[in-house]
C-alpha cells in the first residue's frame, strides 16, 4: 500500500450503500429538484486511521511503502452535508469501521 505523505492526509469516507440511499432520495425528492448537495459522512478520518483499521479487521499487517507528499494533495477533505440532511432527512447510517468490515467480509466470500 503506498500512501503519499505521512499519513496525515484526512478525507470523508462513505460507505456504497449510504450514498446510494443520497442519489436515491435526490432522484425522488421533489423539493431537490436542480439542487447540488454534499454527501460524505461529514467527519474525517487520515489515511493512517485508515490503515490501522483495515490492518485491525483482517488480522493482517498492511505493507506500507510512505511516499513523499505530492504537492496537489489536499490535506483535509471534510464534507458538509447539513443541507442533504434538513433537506432530504439523509445521513449516513454506516460507521467506517462498520463499512470496511462489510467490505472486507464480501471480498472474503469472493471465489479466488
Known sequence: MEIWG???????????ED???ACRRVRDGDE??????NVGAGTGHSIDQLRQLAEQITG????????PRR???????????????????WS???????????TWQWLRSQPL
Request: aromatic share 6%.
Open 32 to 37: 431537490a429538484s436542480g439542487e447540488v448537495f
Open 92 to 102: 449516513p447510517a454506516v460507521p467506517l469501521a462498520e463499512g470496511l468490515a462489510r
Open 71 to 89: 504537492q496537489v494533495d489536499v490535506t483535509r477533505i471534510v464534507l458538509d452535508c447539513s443541507k442533504i440532511r434538513s433537506k432530504l432527512g
Open 19 to 21: 450514498m446510494v440511499e
Open 60 to 67: 493482517r499487517p498492511l505493507e506500507v511503502a510512505y511516499q
Open 6 to 16: 505521512g499519513g496525515e492526509t484526512v478525507r470523508d469516507f462513505l460507505y456504497i
